[in-house]
């Protein structure tokens, strides 16, 4: 099946055309004066009604005259719901998973919204997995899956990043790691304006989850994909532009065999697109799930060759 074919079955399972995008509406709520940058707390609508929070990392000295290029960060799971957007901003979780301060000190705007389910987007009367469950399961039964929802999301990101005078708009990347590393595959083949993406430690594939028996969480799975192909095939659909992939050989949650298998099946499809060299992996060996020093360190060559 020719890469359109493919991508048409893809929106297929994942619950059928995008809405034509509604006004973003945004509204700042603080700004957080920090050394090197400032943090403005936002929220902008992704769908009528369904207000995304996000906090917004702008470097002294970057503004509509000298704007930057952008980077949105997507950030983890990890079973901590009560986590989104404060632990890449720097304001909460583990300092390892900082990135969106780390990248702002680099120069660039970024961005670091909420998953739905998690930290401003959870719900009072379901907690943690069950509202997460709720979700999905109420995305399924209107033909559509949670994917479908944050792939709508992170596009709306990408909108307000692009509405905002200190971006250049023609600069911008992405970056996730566990659940932010999915969501960032998930999203490239449908958001062109995203130039750049790096993902870290998460390509969970179907044939892995069945093989090792792994509960995954839930915005892995789309409904019927198996049918036509698999996670890699998605991630494939990203070239030809600049895709980074990292991996501890030990991550039970990305089992390494489908992993590679994985692998080579993006890189036949970056070298079919005349960008091979578009596509970059790293195997870290006795590493598992984790953001070692030697990934970030791809991470920022990666965008800075790039972006």
Not at 264 to 292: C, D, K, M, R, W
Request: with cysteine.
């Amino acid at each position: 099946m020719c890469d359109e074919g493919l991508r048409e079955k893809l929106l297929q399972c994942l619950g059928g055309p995008w809405p034509e995008p509604c006004e973003l509406c945004p509204q700042q709520r603080e700004i957080i004066h920090k050394d090197g940058y400032r943090i403005e707390s936002v929220t902008y609508e992704a769908e009528p009604g369904d207000r995304v929070p996000a906090m917004l990392l702008v470097p002294d000295g970057v503004d509509a005259d000298h704007p930057a290029p952008a980077v949105a960060v997507w950030h983890q799971h990890n079973d901590e719901y009560h986590l989104g957007k404060s632990e890449p901003a720097g304001l909460d979780g583990n300092p390892i998973h900082h990135t969106g301060v780390a990248l702002a000190r680099e120069g660039y705007v970024v961005l670091c919204p909420d998953a739905l389910c998690f930290e401003e987007r959870r719900n009072d009367n379901l907690i943690g997995q069950d509202y997460e469950r709720f979700e999905f399961l109420r995305y399924v039964v209107a033909g559509k899956c949670m994917a479908w929802k944050n792939i709508l999301d992170m596009r709306r990101a990408v909108d307000y990043l692009c509405s905002r005078a200190e971006v250049q708009t023609d600069r911008i990347g992405c970056y996730g790691h566990s659940m932010g590393s999915t969501n960032t595959w998930m999203l490239g083949p449908w958001e062109p304006r995203i130039k750049c993406l790096v993902g870290n430690c998460c390509l969970p594939t179907y044939a892995a989850i069945h093989r090792t028996e792994i509960l995954h969480c839930f915005p892995n799975f789309i409904p019927g994909w198996f049918t036509y192909g698999d996670t890699p095939d998605i991630a494939a659909l990203i070239a030809p532009r600049p895709l980074l992939l990292n991996f501890g050989e030990e991550d039970e949650g990305s089992p390494i065999d489908e992993v590679r298998d994985g692998i080579e099946t993006i890189a036949q499809a970056y070298a079919a697109a005349g960008a091979a060299e578009n596509f970059s992996h790293y195997i870290e060996p006795g590493a598992g799930h984790v953001l070692s020093p030697e990934m970030w360190r791809r991470v920022r060559e990666w965008f800075a060759e790039h972006l």
